[in-house]
């Protein structure tokens, strides 16, 4: 789910940035965008997709040690948070006898596991598949609408794992 969010955020300009005249607001986005990207993901708020705009910039405080500017900003931006029990779309990107694994949006770790795929067989082979009664194929490059049934978020890689299932009403290949 996206979710709309405002956001405090100190950004750190560098003292050669300063002397731009007309550009410390440049410089202070640049450097936000950078530190936003970087950030990728917190477990409170989910993924961070987007900085919408940039409301209020504070009065700067000089770091003695380094002559840096750190500057107290509050932006508006919007983040992707997985819960569970939600209905997604994902697309297979691995394939194991034990399941498959999914990306959804910026989550590249979704795990569907054959226990949570009824009907469907796996076919080992060259590029090994699961296959159900109707020969629906589930390999990768296919789209599978599934239902959040556990999500955990990992600190150390700032990145979430999120467990699948197809069983429920319209869930499955798309």
């Known amino acids: 789910m996206f979710i709309k969010v405002k956001l405090p955020w100190n950004v750190t300009v560098p003292a050669e940035d300063m002397d731009m005249k007309g550009q410390l ?4 986005l640049i450097r936000l965008l950078d530190a936003f990207a970087s950030k990728k993901a917190t477990k409170d708020l989910g993924y961070f997709v987007a900085l919408k705009d940039l409301e209020e910039i504070g009065e700067g405080k000089i770091r003695e040690n380094t002559g840096e500017v750190v500057f ?6 919007i983040t ?4 569970t029990g939600e209905i997604l779309n994902g697309v297979v990107h691995k394939v194991f006898k034990s399941g498959v694994l999914l990306r959804s949006g910026p989550c590249e770790t979704v795990y569907l596991s054959n226990l949570k795929m009824p009907g469907y067989d796996y076919i080992h082979g060259e590029e090994p598949i699961f296959v159900n009664q109707n020969l ?3 390999e990768i490059g296919s789209s599978v609408r599934f239902v959040v049934l556990a999500v955990d978020y990992r600190e150390a890689e700032k990145d979430f794992i999120v467990l699948a299932s197809l069983v429920g009403d319209f ?3 798309l």
């Open 136 to 138: 629906s194929r589930i």
């Open 80 to 83: 992707f948070k997985i819960f």
């Open 72 to 77: 107290p900003v509050v932006f508006n931006g």
């Open 25 to 28: 607001q440049r410089s202070i």
């Open 171 to 173: 869930l499955g290949l």
